[in-house]
């Protein structure tokens, strides 16, 4: 949700992006009762994997998956988007402010057991790709 927080009306840049992990990857993990050492995924938008911002994660020590590039339906946050779009769309919010409002109650309304199925889904999916050699197997 600080992603949506942080978009709506000015465009991420690099530092945005650091400022945003910086503040909320550490309490995210916590809340969501991960064990420490735990393993930070995210994709190969640019913002993300600037050397900068590689750098950053590195300094503070957050182990990052390696993730090859062109698997974006390997990612479980798609799931997650979904769910947040079916959510906010039954509200049908009429105004920008409406929705950033809706999408933040919708999206603190997610329990984490969903999270964590996904987590595990996540874990079989990336164990069957790693027995196929590489080949993306549809779920
Ligand atoms: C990134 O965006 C922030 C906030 O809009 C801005 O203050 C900063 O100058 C930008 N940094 C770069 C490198 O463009
Ligand atoms: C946006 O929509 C909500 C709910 O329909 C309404 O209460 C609010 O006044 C609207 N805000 C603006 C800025 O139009």
Known sequence: ???????IGRIMNGTMYREILSENLLSSARALKMKCGFVFQHDNYPKHTARATKEWLRKKHFKVLEWPSQSPDLNPIINLWRELKVRVTQRQPQNITALEEICMEEWAKIPATVCENLVKTYRKCLTSVNANKGYMKKY
Request: glycine share 0%; net charge positive; hydrophobic share 55%.
């Open 1 to 7: 949700i600080w992603m949506i927080q942080k978009r």
